[in-house]
């Protein structure tokens, strides 16, 4: 079966992947979708509610497979692409564990984006503190409607500290993940829904609310939430006699440190490229590994017939991805048409 060729073949079944083989496949293209997990979906699969609509993260994910089991995309759960090398026709896809490859006119790479890994920052203690969480931790927690398992039934309070491997020279993430503030704020909110008597904090840098209805729904957890929001560093991190998350923070606004005991605090960990790429496309990145979002240098990867989506050149949101996908839909569209098939 994989000893077909293809017009396109889309290298990663999230978001991005999906929409970018359904779009393809409408405008009359033979596409392959290859995806390394079982089970469509990418990071996505991890979440419980989307911001900044709350709607339900599987439901996207539902529609988007209900799109695609109609489009005639040929899809591949189970099968990882483990290298790409040019041939001269477009592109063969080793596959792990398998002899025969993919072969491909076209590339489309929407294989995503990496997690930061909080244990790099000592000095909040994760894995090692008992109540320090990361937002990733906190989506599996609503998914599996398990907070009273770790926090009982009243809890106090709870903090989420933003930034956490981004904007970071230690960490060499000098950049903004641009999705982290607005999930605090989602989960802020969604924390205190469950413990409307709990006490709420968000710790930041700085705001960056980098879409339309994201100061709306910031405000929102101020006057309706009533939701505090502390503008400093967390540091000092450590278990209280009580058991609780205690450490320091400086109110920078107000010029004065704080002392604080929560019952949980959740790390609101940053992207970070995909390590696992493909080492004989010799991709051109950038100095923290996404794919080198300039114009001349994507112009130079599109006349070879290889495409990128969403967060393969940098952080995004899953609304970014989705219209991203679209226009890179119409650029490999263009190539088979100028290029013949």
Same mark, same amino acid.
Not at 114 to 129: A, H, M, Q, R, S
Not at 160 to 186: L, M, P, Q, W
Not at 234 to 239: G, T, Y
């Given at each position: 079966?994989?000893?077909?060729?293809?017009?396109?073949?889309?290298?990663?079944?999230?978001?991005?992947?999906? %929409?970018?083989?359904?779009?393809?496949?409408? !405008?009359?293209?033979?596409?392959?979708?290859? =995806?390394?997990?079982?089970?469509?979906? +990418?990071?996505?699969?991890?979440?419980?509610?989307?911001?900044?609509?709350?709607? &339900?993260?599987? %439901?996207?994910?539902? =529609?988007?497979?209900?799109?695609?089991?109609?489009?005639?995309?040929?899809?591949?759960?189970?099968?990882?692409?483990?290298?790409?090398? =040019? &041939?001269?026709?477009?592109?063969?896809?080793?596959?792990?564990?398998?002899?025969?490859?993919?072969?491909?006119?076209?590339?489309?790479?929407?294989?995503?984006? *990496?997690?930061?890994?909080?244990?790099?920052?000592?000095?909040?203690?994760?894995?090692?503190?008992?109540?320090?969480?990361?937002?990733?931790?906190?989506?599996?927690?609503?998914?599996?409607?398990?907070?009273?398992?770790?926090? /009982?039934?009243?809890?106090?309070?709870? +903090?989420?500290?933003?930034?956490? +491997?981004?904007?970071?020279? #230690?960490? #060499? &993430?000098?950049?903004?993940?641009?999705?982290?503030?607005?999930?605090?704020?989602?989960?802020?909110?969604?924390?205190?829904?469950?413990?409307?008597?709990?006490?709420?904090?968000?710790?930041?840098?700085?705001?960056?609310?980098?879409?339309?209805?994201?100061?709306?729904?910031?405000?929102?957890? %101020?006057?309706?939430?009533?939701?505090?929001?502390?503008? /400093?560093?967390?540091?000092?991190?450590?278990?209280?006699?009580?058991?609780?998350?205690?450490?320091?923070?400086?109110?920078?606004?107000?010029?004065?440190?704080?002392?604080?005991? !929560?019952?949980?605090?959740?790390?609101?960990? /940053?992207?970070?490229?995909?390590?696992? #790429?493909?080492?004989?496309?010799?991709?051109?990145?950038?100095?923290?590994?996404?794919? *080198?979002?300039?114009?001349?240098?994507?112009?130079?990867?599109?006349?070879?017939?290889?495409?990128?989506? +969403?967060?393969?050149?940098?952080?995004?949101?899953?609304?970014?991805?989705?219209?991203?996908?679209?226009?890179?839909?119409?650029?490999?569209?263009?190539?088979?048409?100028?290029?013949?098939?």
């Amino acid at each position: 079966m994989t000893d077909q060729w293809y017009d396109v073949v889309v290298i990663g079944g999230g978001v991005g992947g999906m %929409q970018v083989a359904i779009a393809l496949a409408g !405008l009359g293209h033979r596409v392959a979708l290859v =995806e390394a997990q079982a089970n469509l979906g +990418g990071k996505l699969l991890g979440y419980a509610k989307l911001f900044p609509s709350f709607e &339900n993260a599987e %439901q996207v994910v539902d =529609e988007l497979k209900n799109q695609l089991d109609s489009s005639g995309v040929a899809v591949f759960t189970n099968t990882k692409a483990r290298d790409i090398t =040019e &041939n001269t026709k477009g592109y063969d896809v080793m596959i792990e564990n398998a002899d025969t490859p993919f072969h491909g006119r076209t590339i489309v790479l929407a294989y995503g984006f *990496d997690i930061f890994d909080p244990t790099l920052k000592e000095e909040y203690g994760y894995n090692i503190i008992r109540g320090v969480y990361s937002s990733v931790d906190f989506e599996k927690m609503m998914k599996e409607k398990s907070f009273s398992k770790y926090f /009982g039934e009243k809890p106090q309070g709870f +903090g989420f500290v933003h930034c956490v +491997g981004s904007r970071d020279e #230690k960490v #060499k &993430n000098n950049y903004c993940s641009k999705v982290c503030c607005i999930t605090a704020i989602k989960q802020a909110m969604e924390i205190k829904e469950h413990y409307p008597s709990a006490d709420v904090f968000c710790f930041y840098m700085d705001l960056r609310l980098h879409e339309l209805f994201f100061e709306k729904l910031y405000k929102q957890a %101020q006057k309706e939430y009533g939701i505090h929001f502390i503008r /400093g560093k967390v540091s000092e991190v450590a278990n209280s006699q009580q058991g609780k998350v205690a450490f320091k923070v400086e109110d920078t606004l107000l010029s004065r440190p704080l002392r604080i005991e !929560l019952d949980g605090l959740f790390l609101m960990v /940053g992207i970070e490229a995909y390590k696992d #790429k493909f080492p004989s496309l010799k991709l051109p990145l950038n100095e923290f590994d996404f794919v *080198d979002p300039g114009i001349e240098t994507l112009a130079t990867q599109c006349e070879r017939g290889i495409f990128f989506v +969403g967060t393969t050149k940098g952080p995004r949101s899953i609304k970014e991805t989705l219209q991203d996908a679209t226009y890179v839909s119409m650029q490999v569209h263009n190539y088979l048409l100028n290029h013949g098939k």
